[in-house]
């Protein structure tokens, strides 16, 4: 082969390649998620609108929250949080193709600053930041995630499309055109024996109080010498915790307070419309 049809050759290949490269660069750009597509885990199905901003009312999602979807897909959950709630958001996705294609769908819509879409996998990303955390997963999934979601900071709203979490009852379900969706509300962990001190007018009252929890079911008595008393309507959401109890007087006291760790406190009241507050210390 003669220098001059090398020559030419050389010219027609780079000139082919300069035109598949735009092609290949556009291919890459008009990337389109096909439903039912494979992921990682599981099959990308998108959520409807209606059903992402049911989620995210039934969350209550306010400007000051912070929204974790887990599974982000097209991005649409987080990029409603930023829109049309206020909220910061993050969507985790592990097929980076759907996560250029989710960023294009936030820059698309005006958020990109406070809608972010980031490549991972979700059960290696840390979530414990979050306020607001969503899930369109199936149910061995959210089971995987469940002991991680207990261990989050007591009042962080789940919600979930679909699926639900066993036997940790929802503390809402909702139904948008035929599809379900889920909220739980993290409980704090209050399970064991307490310290209490009840103090009202400048007289004091000690004694332990007993608390058993499943979730966010709670049950348990006030120790009152040798009297176990039942605790009456006893209820725990998120860090607050609200019960009553009579004591060996016949008299009923009503306590609402909240949950800090180790350490729980509130104020009462009693028949007759005596008021105090409360303390109790975890032993």
Do not use: C
Not at 40 to 62: F, I
Not at 114 to 122: K, S, T
Not at 168 to 181: A, F, L
Not at 219 to 230: F, T
Request: charge should be positive.
């Amino acid at each position: 082969m003669s220098r001059a049809l090398l020559k030419n050759l050389a010219a027609i290949l780079a000139a082919a390649a300069l035109v598949a490269a735009p092609s290949a660069h556009a291919q890459q750009r008009e990337f389109q998620p096909q439903v039912g597509q494979q992921g990682k885990d599981v099959v990308w199905v998108p959520t409807p609108d209606e059903v992402v901003e049911r989620m995210l009312a039934m969350a209550q999602t306010r400007p000051e929250d912070y929204v974790i979807d887990l599974g982000a897909g097209d991005g649409k959950i987080a990029i409603a949080a930023a829109k049309k709630f206020g909220a910061r958001s993050l969507g985790v996705e592990y097929n980076p193709d759907m996560v250029k294609h989710a960023q294009r769908n936030a820059q698309v819509a005006g958020i990109l600053g406070r809608a972010q879409i980031l490549q991972g996998d979700i059960f290696a990303t840390d979530f414990s930041q979050a306020t607001v955390l969503t899930l369109y997963l199936l149910p061995s999934l959210n089971m995987k995630l469940r002991p991680q979601i207990l261990t989050m900071r007591p009042g962080t709203r789940v919600v979930a499309h679909a699926f639900n979490m066993e036997d940790w009852e929802p503390d809402e379900v909702s139904d948008v055109e035929g599809r379900r969706t889920f909220l739980w509300i993290v409980p704090a962990n209050v399970t064991g024996r307490w310290a209490m001190e009840v103090n009202s007018g400048g007289n004091s009252e000690k004694f332990d109080l007993r608390l058993d929890q499943r979730y966010q079911k709670i049950e348990g008595a006030a120790l009152l010498g040798s009297v176990e008393a039942g605790l009456r309507e006893p209820r725990l959401n998120g860090p607050n915790i609200s019960f009553a109890y009579v004591d060996n007087k016949g008299v009923r006291r009503d306590l609402t307070g909240r949950v800090a760790g180790g350490r729980m406190e509130g104020s009462f009241r009693a028949d007759g419309g005596q008021e105090g507050r409360w303390t109790a210390v975890k032993k």
